[in-house]
């Protein structure tokens, strides 16, 4: 009798752990399964979050036009001017140039009212988050690599005046007409950027100064605006 008993409890143990282990092995497989589950949605979540900062990123500026000149020009602006703020989206120069002279073997004095704007993109509007205007000539020598570009500044505050009339000389009239003129910054202003939007295929149909309404952008003038800045 004792060991007919013996041998059921003998039984029924293999029973009680063999019914364990698949009850275990169940809550692996469901715990597996959940953990996969977790990691592909973290996976896509993190894809999700690599294409969305891909689609804010914008192209840096370059000069579209064909003049090596103007483009140097406008990479000094970009590279010093832009230097004197936080960095954002895009920083697009805007120089209202007054006057070029032409000092030969491809060097050039230009001078004008050299703008500099930085932009954030939000939705289809740039809107601009800091910028700044350096009056003044900028310098550039041609040599056998490029060009050694310098730049003065008119000068701040009561300096302005007698600053702006030594650098500019004889042209000093040009450069208060245009200096003073806002309509006409804002119409080079926005044409350059609407070329920037053409020339990168950009989904952008304004510009925003913080406080004011967005200026609707023109159609692109690569072709023949960039020859009538000087």
């Known amino acids: 009798m004792k060991k007919k ?32 589950a977790i990691e592909d949605e973290e996976l896509a979540d ?14 840096e500026y370059e000069y579209p036009g064909p003049e090596y000149f103007y483009s140097k020009l406008y990479q000094y602006m970009i590279l010093e001017l832009g ?3 936080d960095s954002a989206d895009v920083t697009i120069p805007c120089p209202i140039i007054v006057y070029e002279d032409d000092l030969g073997g491809g060097s050039y004095d230009v001078y004008g009212d050299f703008w500099i704007d930085n932009y954030n993109l939000n939705g289809d509007i740039l809107e601009c988050v800091s ?9 550039m020598v041609a040599e056998d690599d490029g060009y050694n570009i310098t730049m003065e500044v008119v000068g701040d505050g009561s300096e302005f005046i ?13 450069f208060m007409k245009v200096y003073s003129d806002n309509d006409y910054k804002q119409q080079v202003r926005a044409q350059i950027i609407a070329n920037y939007v053409a020339a990168n295929d950009l989904d952008i149909v304004a510009y925003q100064d913080y406080g004011w309404d967005p200026v609707e952008l023109p159609e692109e003038n690569i072709d023949s605006f960039y020859s009538i800045l000087d």
Do not use: R, T
Not at 6 to 35: H, K
Not at 48 to 56: G, P
Not at 162 to 174: L, P
């Open 131 to 139: 910028g700044g205007s350096y009056p003044g000539v900028i310098h």
């Open 46 to 59: 993190s894809e999700d979050l690599e294409e969305s900062d891909d689609s804010s990123v914008l192209p």
């Open 5 to 36: 008993s013996l041998i059921f409890l003998c039984i029924s143990m293999a029973a009680f752990l063999i019914a364990c282990a698949s009850a275990n092995n169940n809550v692996a497989e469901e715990s597996g399964e959940d953990i996969a």
């Open 83 to 85: 230097a004197n703020y």
């Open 162 to 174: 007698e600053s702006a009339k030594e650098i500019f000389g004889e042209h000093y009239d040009d």
